[in-house]
């Protein structure tokens, strides 16, 4: 954990309580860091999409971002959204939460990891967790039928904090 107790450790769990300004802000600094470490060009509408995923801690639908970024004079056209999220999620600054039909701002740009995506089935909040011990299990798992796993996408569905002291 931070020091800091409003800030969880970088890209935290959305669940904790914490300065989401400076989470957010922190998340899009590395994100940015990523995109010109890749030599990938994050114009204003896939900066603006990756902004509006990081403004709460939730998967988004295309459509919501499309409404979000039309509002904003980026464009009616589904294909501003949909282009945009693409570009996010293949250069790992964001991740599609299949679960929701839905993508997510990823909070640990740049790095290796193998995120499970917790989702609060009353409120949609998203967390990105480390599931590096889940992931080790299912590759022995997969091992020992000589099978060799090349990409998983691991989700939970349950409760938030907030939603459960809630009685949800």
Do not use: W
Not at 9 to 21: I, R, S
Request: glycine share 8%; proline share 7%.
């Amino acid at each position: 954990m931070s020091a800091d107790p409003k800030i969880p450790p970088e890209g935290g769990p959305a669940f904790a309580d914490h300065d989401h300004a400076q989470c957010a802000g922190n998340t899009l600094a590395r994100a940015e860091a990523e995109a010109a470490r890749l030599g990938a060009r994050l114009t204003p509408v896939r900066k603006r999409t990756l902004e509006i995923l990081l403004e709460a801690h939730r998967a988004m639908g295309a459509y919501e971002v499309l409404d979000r970024l039309a509002a904003e004079g980026f464009g009616h056209q589904p294909p501003v959204a949909y282009r945009a999220l693409e570009f996010l999620v293949e250069h790992g600054l964001a991740h599609r939460v299949r679960r929701l039909n839905a993508f997510a701002a990823c909070m640990h740009p740049g790095e290796d990891h193998a995120p499970v995506f917790l989702i609060c089935r009353v409120c949609d909040a998203v967390a990105e967790a480390d599931a590096a011990p889940v992931r080790g299990a299912l590759d022995q798992v997969a091992a020992g039928h000589g099978f060799a796993v090349e990409r998983a996408n691991l989700e939970a569905l349950g409760l938030c904090p907030a939603c459960a002291a809630r009685g949800e």
